[in-house]
């Protein structure tokens, strides 16, 4: 059981650097409509999902029903977007949180 928690330490971990390295690098950011535009042009992916967070960061996330793919990205209040992580193999899900007291 210590493994498996040591684990997913180490995942979140690795999750939180990734994340303020794509703050930090500037070849990964540019202003949200080009952003939008490469995703949507390129990848075909369209929004799926937004929520805010830390400072007033918009965090997005861009798949594509078709292909699969999609995108993770953090626009900050300056309006530049910063890609955050990108994969393949997506899926939308609608599950709903276990009630409280009965498991996950």
Do not use: D
Request: with cysteine; net charge neutral.
């Amino acid at each position: 059981m210590k493994n498996v928690l040591f684990a997913l330490s180490l995942g979140f971990g690795g999750l939180i650097w990734a994340t303020q390295n794509a703050y930090a690098q500037a070849a990964q950011c540019a202003e949200r409509s080009m952003v939008i535009e490469r995703l949507q042009s390129k990848y075909g992916e369209s929004r799926q999902s937004i929520g805010l967070g830390q400072n007033n960061a918009v965090v997005e996330v861009y798949a594509s029903q078709n292909s699969g793919t999609w995108t993770i990205i953090v626009t900050m209040p300056n309006g530049q977007s910063c890609l955050v992580a990108s994969g393949e193999s997506y899926e939308h899900l609608a599950e709903q949180a276990p009630k409280p007291g009965q498991g996950a």
